[in-house]
C-alpha cells in the first residue's frame, strides 16, 4: 500500500545543497529528499521526535522554518508553505511541548 502525503512542498536547508529537494508530511513522519554531488539524500523525521516548529513570514528565500527535535537538533530551513505545515504538523506530532513559552528568536541557523 503506498502512503500518501499530507503535504509536499520545496524546501532549502540551510546547511547543505540539494538539487530538486522535496519536503513531504506524513501522518506519522517528515522525509526530505533530493539529490546531492554523492548521490541520493533522504531524510525522515518521526513526528513523535518533534517538540516545537517555529514558522515566521520572511524575505523570500530566507530562512523561515525550524523543527525541534527531542535530541536538540533543530533543522533549520526556507520550506514552502511554511504557514500550513507548522499547523499541519502541530496537529499530528503527538509530543509538542505546549507550555514553551520562550520567545520566537529570529530564525537563523547557528551556522
Known amino acids: 500500500?503506498?502512503?500518501?502525503?499530507l503535504l509536499s512542498?520545496?524546501?532549502?536547508?540551510?546547511d547543505r545543497a540539494l538539487f530538486f529537494p522535496k519536503a513531504r508530511l506524513y501522518r506519522d513522519h517528515?522525509?526530505?529528499?533530493g539529490l546531492q554531488w554523492k548521490g541520493r539524500y533522504r531524510l525522515t523525521v518521526p513526528l513523535a521526535q518533534v517538540t516545537?516548529?517555529?514558522w515566521q513570514t520572511t524575505e523570500l528565500r530566507a530562512t523561515n522554518f525550524?523543527?525541534?527535535?527531542h535530541n536538540g537538533e533543530t533543522l533549520w530551513m526556507w520550506l514552502k508553505g511554511a504557514g500550513r505545515w507548522k499547523f499541519k504538523i502541530e496537529e499530528h506530532a503527538p509530543n509538542l511541548i505546549s507550555n514553551d513559552v520562550r520567545p520566537l528568536k529570529p530564525?537563523?541557523?547557528a551556522a
Open 66 to 69: 525550524a523543527i525541534h527535535l
Open 30 to 33: 517528515i522525509t526530505f529528499s
Open 9 to 14: 512542498s520545496r524546501f532549502r536547508f540551510t
Open 1 to 5: 500500500m503506498h502512503e500518501v502525503a
Open 52 to 54: 516545537r516548529v517555529e
Open 107 to 109: 530564525l537563523t541557523s
